[in-house]
């Protein structure tokens, strides 16, 4: 059973940035695809992007694309969200999620317990 535990959300004014981590508890997190959801008052959770565990494929909601990067330390077990020029609909609950294969929207058997991040305008 694979824990993810994330860090770095945090308060910052609309076009700053942030980074966030996950970190895995188990050596198998580096064979599965990672991912970042997010879920902000009065929405469905929604997908932000991943990464295929090579560390070589990544995939971006339309919403965060050109502003948000996705990348992997599998020798440290964890993933990054870099996310820069944040705004203010940027603002929700992040999630680090984790699974072996499949679509990589969707259908993830690991989480984590989230890291709030909140931009001001």
Known sequence: QVQL?????GSVQAGGSLRLSCVASERTFN??????FRQSPGKERE????IGWNNINTYYADS???RFTIS???ARMTVYLQM?????????VYYCAAKSGGTVSRDYNYWG???????SS
Do not use: H
């Open 64 to 66: 965060v694309k050109g």
């Open 31 to 36: 064979n599965y695809i990672s991912a970042w």
């Open 47 to 50: 997908f932000v992007a991943a």
């Open 84 to 92: 820069n020029s944040l705004k203010s609909d940027d603002t929700a």
């Open 113 to 119: 317990q989230g890291t709030q991040v909140t931009v």
């Open 5 to 9: 535990v994330e860090s770095g959300g």
């Open 72 to 74: 992997r330390d599998n």
